[in-house]
């Protein structure tokens, strides 16, 4: 029985977050006011995605750039556990996640660490699993990359021994195929009961087995703008999670937002920072780690998601007015996707626009409740779910 005021379990039809700020951000673009790896931005819209009552505030795990430089915008990247902990603190109502690859970091560290934070935020604390794809980060670690499905085994046993140490009063012993626990114990445990949730963007075969066995949230990338197709892609995720566990899931998705006053000075910001200030360098460099080291999609769809990535992560296009967002929004919570993280070029000036001019719209749809701020302090001792 779970037992949690996290806010990615309200009523909220379609829930929303922050991604991607602790590092670059997501827009792949070389314009001056793209966001910066920066610890007062990272301050500043967490709280204002804390205040507006935005479910989720997502980092990414990064350890080295996609073109392996030093010098490379894309690995100047906060590390997200100490990073979470810093934002559960400066916040009061948003789930605060920290992102953790398996190969880079032992279970009973992670275990600890994610309690820790736990207990910092009131019990808003999640978990976004990666079993690594990146092989030139990897290798830094000495863990060379493995063979896909192995990734998963890996992730899995990983995920096993975390789940015990935030369970188990007990001690225990573990040997497994990648991990040895010697009489393995943690305490204190997390505040949500039986453990925070879980995370985690598998889109292989395996890939989706796993999130369906283990994960409260499957994040997916979306491929299509068709809403059947759209419709298709997450009942597959929800019905097998269904009749092969016997487990709800969420699906959750990832976007880019470019808010303007009329949809075709919208569609201009979004052509001149994506592909008239593309950041060529990186964007290559992403898609050839993408192309050689997953099966997230195929490698035909992959290339037709260049402008994607590029914009934003391959998230899914907000391009246009508040209504015309307001109205994808309301098409995509029809189709299923019941979360979405949400990137901007500049993240402020995006927030703003978004809770100023699409929240009040896709409140008067139905899709979210509007939000009552409480008075309560930051470590968020009286969570309620504001819905």
């Known amino acids: ?63 080295k750039g996609y073109t392996g430089k030093a010098d490379d915008s894309s690995g100047v990247v906060m590390d997200p556990m100490t990073w979470a902990a810093g934002i559960a603190q400066a916040t009061s109502y948003s789930a605060v996640f920290a992102t953790t690859h398996a190969p880079t970091v032992h279970p ?97 075969g395996r890939g989706r087995r796993f999130a369906c066995e283990f994960a409260d949230i499957c994040f997916v990338l979306v491929g299509s703008l068709d809403p059947e197709k759209i419709t298709a892609q997450v009942s597959e995720i929800k019905n097998f999670g269904r009749t092969e566990f016997g487990r709800e899931v969420q699906v959750w998705t990832t976007t880019f937002v470019v808010q303007r006053d009329t949809d075709q000075e919208a569609r201009d910001y979004h052509r001149w920072y994506s592909i008239e200030n593309e950041d060529t360098a990186n964007v290559d460099a992403w898609m050839r780690l993408q192309q050689e080291q997953t099966q997230v999609l195929p490698p035909a769809v992959l290339a037709q998601m260049r402008h994607r990535f590029a914009s934003g992560a391959g998230g899914v296009p907000l391009v246009g007015t508040a209504q015309t967002i307001a109205d994808r929004l309301s098409m995509l919570a029809g189709c299923g996707i019941d979360g979405l993280l949400l990137t901007w070029v500049d993240y402020v000036d995006g927030i703003k626009r978004f809770t100023e001019g699409v929240l009040p719209l896709i409140e008067e749809a139905g899709l979210r409740a509007p939000f009552q701020p409480r008075s309560a302090s930051a470590g968020g001792d009286d969570q309620h779910l504001g819905a």
């Not at 990615?8 to 792949?28: E, Q, R, S």
């Not at 931005?41 to 204002?48: F, K, N």
């Not at 990146?134 to 896909?148: D, Q, V």
Request: charge should be negative; charged fraction near 20%.
């Open 108 to 204: 009973l560290l992670a275990a600890k660490q994610g309690a820790t934070v736990d207990i910092i935020s009131g019990g808003r604390f999640a978990l976004n699993v990666v079993g690594g794809w990146n092989k030139p980060e990897l290798e830094m670690f000495g863990a060379p990359l493995k063979e896909h499905d192995q990734r998963y085994d890996q992730l899995q046993e990983w995920l096993e021994i975390v789940e015990r140490l935030w369970t188990d009063d007990e001690e225990f012993t573990h040997h497994g195929e990648f991990y040895n626990v010697i009489r393995g114990t943690s305490a204190p445990k997390p505040v949500q009961k039986p453990h925070p949730p879980i995370m985690n963007a598998g889109g292989s």
């Open 1 to 63: 029985m779970r037992n949690t005021s996290n806010p990615v379990f309200n009523d909220n039809k379609l829930k929303l977050g922050i991604f991607c700020t602790n590092g670059a951000g997501a827009a792949m673009t070389t314009l001056p006011e793209r966001y910066q790896t920066s610890w007062p931005l990272s301050i500043e819209t967490a709280r204002m995605a804390d205040e507006a009552g935005l479910e989720a505030i997502v980092p990414y795990a990064r350890w």
